[in-house]
Nanobody, 121 residues
Framework: MQLVESGGGLVQAGGSLRLSCAISGRTGSSVMGWFRQAPGKAREFVANINRRGGSTYVADSVKGRFTISRDNAKKTMYLQMNNVKPEDTAVYYC????????????????WGQGTLVTVSS
């Protein structure tokens, strides 16, 4: 399985951005998630979504601002980021889990290369 993120860039605080994760290879059996890593910090969980897209879980730090979704027909997962804040600045990674839904890095088997989001104040 290969994962490729896109959509990162520079955005002003309060603005919006949508990240995409293109999925190739084994797709239908994967639970998907977004993680992020800010400069000098450990990678942290952002959101995940189950196989059919009917169940999602979002970290408290982004709840009410970020929405995760997936389109299995297009083999793409999304992260809609609204009302972004400077503390959202990070490299965002998409990941796939073969075992099930989780919030820890070790629960995910495949990772993209990341896309940088920079929020200016």
């Amino acid at each position: 399985m290969q994962l490729v993120e896109s959509g990162g860039g520079l955005v002003q605080a309060g603005g919006s951005l949508r990240l995409s994760c293109a999925i190739s290879g084994r797709t239908g059996s994967s639970v998907m998630g977004w993680f992020r890593q800010a400069p000098g910090k450990a990678r942290e969980f952002v959101a995940n979504i189950n196989r059919r897209g009917g169940s999602t879980y979002v970290a408290d730090s982004v709840k009410g601002r970020f929405t995760i979704s997936r389109d299995n027909a297009k083999k793409t997962m999304y992260l809609q980021m609204n009302n972004v804040k400077p503390e959202d600045t990070a490299v965002y990674y998409c990941a796939a889990s073969l075992a099930g839904v989780g919030v820890h890095e070790y629960e995910y088997d495949y990772w993209g290369q990341g896309t940088l989001v920079t929020v200016s104040s």
